[in-house]
């Protein structure tokens, strides 16, 4: 399996690095391919997401680096997108307007009862636990199956080419509020499985609450991933870097994890289409 990396963040969001030094480090180390996937625009008070006012220069910078490099590395445009029902804008509209060769959807933000409350699930462990008892009254399971309901919404009726970081809901957790091993989160899993296996999405094996030791397990885990393989539901790999360093971060365990478990292939993007290659 050759390396590769298609969920990559650069200055352009909350990354730590040009996209030329990326695609530079990328080249030293053998990479096929190297996407680049900022998080799309939101509320412009969203500091880890791309201004609106720097799109432009993010795609012609993109499409300028894939000539300039195309002689030794593949290079793609993506975005990371966000999706809030109601709020953000349709996935297919980001996809032709800013001519993204794929598309990657995340919930980051889960919705409360109203437009301007939200869940964060990333970022500091005070934004996990107040907004469990903001926004859904200290009720976790609820809270939990709002996220995952917003995950299904997404898969439904935006179709995103890969779904990131499905589970991240658990990153923030570490059993404090609740078991992974409870029926109600299984149940959750599981309905969204059944949503997974019935659409072309392909699942995100994230590496990086491993590697950042936010996690002490992948993205998804192991259950779901067992059941995907069972379900021969897709899967790729995404270190999710956010600086140089970063880009093959628990790559090569993570590969040997996915063969462990009985996957044969990973979902690798070339010419403009999704194809599987043997890991």
């Given at each position: ?137 200290g009720d ?28 991240k809901v ?78 093959l971060s ?30």
């Amino acid at each position: 399996m050759k390396y590769f990396s298609y969920h990559t963040h650069s200055t352009y969001c909350d990354g730590k690095g040009e996209p030329e030094e990326y695609i530079k480090e990328a080249v030293d180390l053998g990479m096929r391919a190297i996407g680049f996937s900022s998080h799309a625009p939101l509320n412009e008070s969203i500091h880890w997401a791309m201004k609106t006012s720097n799109v432009k220069a993010y795609q012609e910078e993109i499409s300028r680096l894939k000539e300039e490099y195309k002689s030794e590395i593949e290079v793609y445009l993506s975005l990371e997108l966000d999706y809030i029902p109601g709020i953000t804008k349709p996935f297919k509209t980001w996809k032709n307007s800013a001519g993204l060769d794929y598309t990657i959807g995340s919930v980051h933000l889960v919705k409360g009862d109203s437009n301007d409350e939200f869940w964060f699930l990333d970022g500091p462990d005070t934004n996990y636990s107040e907004g469990i008892q903001k926004l859904f009254r200290g009720d976790v399971e609820k809270a939990v199956s709002a996220y995952f309901h917003q995950v299904i919404e997404m898969i439904e009726s935006q179709k995103p080419d890969v779904l990131g970081h499905i589970d991240k809901v658990k990153m923030n957790n570490k059993g404090r509020f609740f078991e992974e091993s409870e029926e109600w989160y299984l149940n959750l899993l599981n309905k969204t499985l059944d949503v997974i296996e019935k659409s072309d999405c392909i699942v995100e094996v994230n590496t990086r609450g491993i590697y950042k030791g936010k996690s002490d397990k992948l993205f998804p885990d192991d259950y779901f991933l067992i059941e995907c393989c069972k379900r021969n539901i897709p899967v790729t790999i995404g270190t999710d870097a956010h600086q140089p360093a970063e880009l093959l971060s628990h790559f090569d365990e993570t590969g040997k994890k996915l063969k462990q478990i009985g996957f044969k292939q990973v979902s690798v993007f070339h010419k403009g289409i999704w194809i599987k290659e043997s890991i």
